[in-house]
């Protein structure tokens, strides 16, 4: 009886494994099946790395005026030793585990007991319940999408406190920036450990996971596509939007209240950055149901990179321009700061445009009109796991006609704004530029992978029609 179940058993495992080798033909998509050497190192790296990253910007900013050069050069001359930083960096505190626990907890709340209501009066707007892509099994999942209203409520509610009610002060973020940093690593690695032994044991989707057999791929890049908790609790769009997301605009104000209360005024520079990261934000959260059709949701799993990602990174190196400003005031020329505006809201046009241009065209199958005249598209086709044949278009009209990830060429003009708006004394500042450059050019190469690996030949005829990434003629 052993016998046969240990021999039913291996053949089950035979036929998944010829069904994985033959993902490629059938042109799946998601993440690796298998790692290389390559991907290995650059995990281990990442995960060995970006948390020390993470506390040296900030670490430099609190102990060196925001100098990336003079910490190392007081360890490289013996000025200074590891243990003398350390120890002059603050420690976890009891009010800041407060500050944070109250802060997530409130964020889930309005996340999962408030149904959105904004789609009710606010035109054009889209919330309340939607649908997601076709997941790699062929699931199509249901989200709550009430981001907006979230924010909305969450700025009330620091403006109401800001102006009447006077429960903490606006500094609060800052003056506990480090400990708050404590808090949000100790999040993020809980959920991303947490998200690892669900996908082991209690998968919301079995089909949806991906093992490679290596702890540290499956512990970075996650394993299940699409965890959640009970029917609405989907961790992807949580943490990808709450907290981190709608906490950035927050940082920013608290960022600008320290500038004021250290030197007497809220400068134009911090202001533009207040503005058009906010901008950002809440296009992020006007567009939160376009954002289920985007790469995050559509082909990430949810693992450290995601879970620590929005909890650590995303707030404290996405922010770095703010924190910089309070350290160092910067009062821009008229010119200087209308050239930053309008590159950042030129950058901020061509994005969403762009995006704009792609989710109508999916919307309406082709059915509509870009730049005045019908889209010309490619047809094309790909298979689920479960076997379904399915059917798609790809444009090449209009900005898409122009480059293939054109949206990011604008995301890229956006980020180089924000970081001109800080003028040119420091390198710190312009890290935000640097990261979303490598970012963005990866993930080009990482979603054209995925789609030569998803539509095959079909993907070679979309690449000959529109021959560039992200520079017409360059690139």
């Not at 903490?168 to 450990?193: H, K």
């Amino acid at each position: 009886m052993a016998a046969r179940q240990e021999k039913k058993l291996s053949e089950e495992r035979k036929h998944q494994n010829m069904q994985n080798g033959t993902k490629a033909s059938q042109g799946q998509w998601g993440r690796a099946w298998e790692v290389d050497w390559f991907s290995l190192a650059s995990i281990l790296f990442l995960l060995t790395f970006a948390p020390l990253i993470v506390y040296y910007f900030i670490m430099s900013c609190a102990q060196y005026q925001c100098s990336l050069t003079a910490p190392l050069l007081d360890l490289l001359t013996g000025n200074k030793h590891l243990s003398d930083i350390w120890n002059r960096t603050p420690t976890l505190t009891y009010r800041a585990a407060g500050i944070y626990s109250l802060w997530v907890t409130f964020q889930v709340v309005l996340y999962m007991s408030f149904p959105d209501f904004c789609h009710k009066f606010l035109p054009g707007y889209v919330g309340g319940v939607q649908e997601g892509a076709v997941t790699p099994a062929g699931v199509v999942n249901k989200y709550q999408i009430n981001g907006l209203q979230a924010w909305i409520i969450t700025h009330v509610l620091w403006f109401a406190n800001a102006s009447f009610l006077h429960l903490f002060s606006p500094t609060i973020i800052f003056d506990n920036w480090i400990p708050l940093l404590w808090c949000a690593n100790i999040l993020g690695y809980a959920v991303s450990t947490f998200a690892m032994i669900k996908g082991y044991f209690f998968p919301t989707n079995a089909k949806d996971c991906k093992f490679t057999g290596n702890f540290f791929y499956d512990y970075m890049m996650g394993i299940e596509f699409n965890p959640r908790i009970g029917k609405w609790f989907d961790f992807k769009l949580f943490f990808n939007g709450r907290p981190g997301i709608v906490a950035w605009t927050l940082i920013n104000l608290s960022f600008a209240a320290k500038q004021q209360e250290l030197h007497g005024e809220v400068t134009n520079s911090m202001i533009l950055v207040n503005v058009l990261q906010g901008i950002y934000v809440l296009d992020f959260f006007w567009n939160e149901a376009w954002y289920l059709k985007t790469i995050d949701i559509c082909h990430d799993h949810f693992g450290w990179y995601l879970g620590w990602g929005d909890c650590v990174w995303l707030p404290y190196l996405y922010t770095l321009q703010g924190l910089y400003l309070v350290y160092h005031p910067v009062q821009l020329c008229t010119a200087h700061a209308l050239g930053v505006l309008v590159l950042g809201l030129l950058g901020y046009y061509i994005f969403r445009a762009t995006n704009h241009q792609k989710d109508l065209f999916r919307r309406t199958n082709g059915n509509c009109r870009i730049w005045g005249r019908r889209p010309e598209y490619i047809e094309c086709s790909y298979t689920s796991v479960d076997g379904t044949r399915y059917h798609s278009k790809l444009m090449t009209s209009g900005f898409w006609g122009w480059a293939r990830h054109f949206n990011y060429t604008g995301d890229l003009m956006g980020s180089l704004a924000y970081c001109l708006a800080c003028g040119f004394e420091h390198l710190l500042p312009y890290f935000y530029i640097t990261y979303m450059a490598i970012l963005l050019i990866h993930r080009c190469l990482r979603d054209e992978h995925r789609c030569s690996s998803k539509y095959g030949k079909d993907w070679k005829r979309y690449t000959a029609a529109v021959p560039y990434r992200l520079l017409p003629g360059v690139f």
